[in-house]
């Protein structure tokens, strides 16, 4: 009797081991640069979002297509034209125990726009002004005008917990509320994550995953081909076809020509309409992009971001009437600055060069200018005169269309050419403008007057590329967020 | 000695101060850089407040004045990237990169003095040409390319040494011996023209004349005087790396070192950071040359200390 009971206790024993083993996932993600810190408040790094992603959580959160969907608030709601309210979800606590409610809330907005912070995360909360508790379990946010962006923004704000914040140490020690925990930053080397068993949501399959930082992409090609990891990030295009796996996916980033129409050259619309009409932009998704590309509606904004018209048709590619419009203008021969950086984005260089060969068989002279970064940064926002013609990939982290309007169009903004004030007006309008249907109204006539007025050379909504082993099972997101809690692994 | 010494630490300081001072007003003058630490979309006022938040906004004549200050107390400020001590990060990552110099450089010296010597112990012999086209190929190719390589092969298709990172001494092999190619290379080529150059010395045929074994006339004798030069060489090479080859080799192996930071903090306008580099860059390298100026006295007594 005993030996069985205790033969009985072996097997269940071994076999929950064996459950066990098979459960305890361990996954390896090599992403291109260290976080500079894991407090998740004060820098606008990438490498920081992809691990912090899933530590810390926000009140909204995105479906994978990039639709807003309540995430640590259950409902967001628009009290008056400065206030919104958030019902938060109850139940929630933060992996040091910590209670997750209004007071944290409040907590988080004041410290994130405390000026002696310094946040650079400021460029996505500058309309806030603060935030007020209701009750334990309800919180309003206000802002300093109208802003029909602030559910956007909330998706953006990592909620922290009020008393480490204060005792702890966040930007060494991360302590949020997500499906992972922080449990190791050997610095320099790797940072490592385990599963949360407390977290309040459906617990993910990967039990603990580990980052490498790997900023050279045929190295992170080298460890992914080695067998090293299981996820790399930003693999090129060109080497789709040598990884076991890899998912693609619509990106935050939009490539575009944001042309000077002030400038002598540029101010005639019938140039700027040879310059859209120029380009086979669709040769070019082939060859630069292998397909993995997709060409920019008419007007350079995010597919998935609020505001996109979805009316507009990409430039067809008409290389006559490129050809004519320019005679017709009497611009043969003359000459067109085509200014860009290269190595920040993805295919920027190539983009450019290609683009400047399209625009020398209008019969316009391209002088291409690659600039070092910060030289380029003055070019674009600059006081300076503008270039003809500048190369930039927009990022819309909001996936709101008041940052390509703002940023490009708007003839205040840092990166526009142009004096266009009847457009501006609008910009403003909609920034303010909190009813939907409006607001969407207004970035329809403003893409369309861009489109038609030629005001940029739109030219690839472009895509992330993820290089898989092939264990893996993942469908990466379009806001670009890489969740731990939405890979499985397969084995 | 201890005049020449301390003379020389007075040289270095104003070379170091000069470096720093260079680097000071460069990076403040091309380009903004509160430009390259804020996102893009960041509102022109959300600049102006960074810029004044960290001091950027004031005359450049005022700034200089808080810098030399703080360099007086060695504060270095923090880094805006990190957000955290400049100087913390620099001493983080230095050994690092110190490891990776030493174990290349440490190759490159092994393996460059016999390869040399048997090259010039007969040249134009099998041996010579097999070692001046190795050289020759190792000079031709960057390292970058070269570090890549190696990964596709050792790592990759021979599935022997990890492919990146820092931890165990398997990771260390592949980036020391990238490092190692180009001053291998140099140092074999030089060992070898001064070692032939020295063949033809009267002293030396006055040696293999007395009937004294080859090998210990190339070693005892010739390979004795061209250390000094050969020393230079190594000095050099150790310029080079600290301020060159860690750069390429760091990134592309994921090195967590200094030479990888300093790339980083380029990109994101972290002046602070890139101040307590070259300042650190520049006081190894002047106590490199300090060294050496020692140790060639120690090596040939007819070198003066004047």
Known sequence: ?491 | MAAFLLRRLLQGALVVLGVTFTVFVVTRVFGNPVDLMLPLSASAEQRAAFAAELGLDRPLPAQFMQFVGELLRFDFGESTWQRRPAMAVVLERLPNSLLLIGAGLGLAIILALPAGLLAAGRPGGLLDRVVTGISLAGLSMPQFWVGLLLIVLFAVAIPVLPTSGMGTPAHLVLPAVTLALVPFARMTLFVRSQIMEELNRPYIRTALARGLPRSRVLVGHALRNTLVPFLTLVGWELVLALAGYTVVVETVFAWPGMGLVAIQALQRGDLFLVQAIVYTVAVLIVLVNILLDVVFKLVDPRIGLG
């Open chain 1, 1 to 491: 009797m005993n030996t069985t009971i205790r033969r009985l206790c072996a097997t269940t024993g071994m076999l929950a081991l064996l459950a066990g083993g098979a459960q305890a996932q361990s996954i390896a993600i090599a992403i291109g640069s260290e976080p500079s810190t894991l407090d998740p408040q004060l820098r606008d790094d990438g490498g920081e979002r992809q691990v912090n992603d899933n530590i810390y959580e926000t009140l909204m959160a995105r479906t994978p297509e990039g639709a807003l969907e309540p995430g640590l608030a259950t409902e967001a709601t628009q009290v008056d034209e400065t206030t919104w309210e958030f019902a938060l979800r109850e139940g929630v606590t933060f992996h040091n125990g910590e209670p997750f409610d209004a007071d944290a809330v409040v907590a988080s907005v004041e410290r994130i726009i405390d000026p002696g912070n310094n946040s650079e995360q400021m460029a996505y909360f500058g309309t806030i002004a603060g935030a007020e508790k209701v009750d334990d379990m309800t919180v309003r946010i206000l802002t300093d005008g109208p802003d029909p962006i602030l559910p956007s923004r909330m998706y953006w704000m990592k909620m922290i917990p009020p008393g480490y914040a204060v005792e702890g140490d966040l930007a060494a020690a991360p302590v949020g509320t997500g499906p992972y925990r922080f449990a190791d930053w050997s610095r320099g080397e790797s940072i490592t994550l385990e599963r949360n068993p407390d977290y309040w949501g459906a617990a993910p399959d990967v039990e603990e995953a580990t980052y490498r930082f790997v900023g050279e992409a045929g190295t992170r090609l080298s460890g992914l081909m080695a067998g090293e990891f299981d996820v790399i990030t930003n693999l090129l295009p060109e080497f789709t076809r040598t990884v076991p796996k890899f998912a693609a996916v619509d990106g935050l980033e939009t490539s575009v020509f944001v042309l000077g129409t002030d400038n002598e050259l540029t101010s005639d619309p019938k140039v700027r309409e040879a310059l859209n009409l120029a380009i086979d932009r669709e040769a070019m998704v082939e060859a630069l992009f292998q397909g993995y590309a997709g060409i920019a509606q008419g007007h350079h904004v995010n597919p998935a971001a609020f505001g996109f018209n979805d009316d507009l048709e990409s430039y067809p590619y008409d290389p006559e009437r490129a050809r004519a419009l320019i005679e017709e203008a009497g611009a043969t021969g003359q000459t067109i600055q085509v200014v860009g950086e290269s190595g920040r984005w993805l295919k920027d260089r190539e983009q450019i060069e290609a683009v400047a060969g399209y625009w020398a068989e209008t019969g316009l002279v391209p002088e291409v200018q690659i600039q070092e970064f910060s030289q380029y940064l003055d070019s674009l926002m600059g006081d300076g005169p503008r270039p003809d013609s500048i190369f930039i990939a927009n990022s819309n982290e909001l996936l709101d269309a008041d940052r390509e309007a703002s940023f490009i169009y708007h003839m205040d903004g840092a990166a526009a050419s142009n004096s266009d004030a009847e457009m501006a007006a609008m910009i403003d309008e909609a920034r303010v403008t909190t009813d939907n249907a409006a607001r969407q109204d207004l970035y329809d006539e403003v893409f369309r007057r861009g489109h038609e007025l030629n005001y940029t050379v739109p030219l690839f909504n472009l895509q992330d590329i993820y290089g898989m082993s092939e264990r893996m099972e993942w469908q990466p997101r379009t806001d670009a967020k890489l969740l731990i809690k939405e890979m499985v692994v397969t084995e």
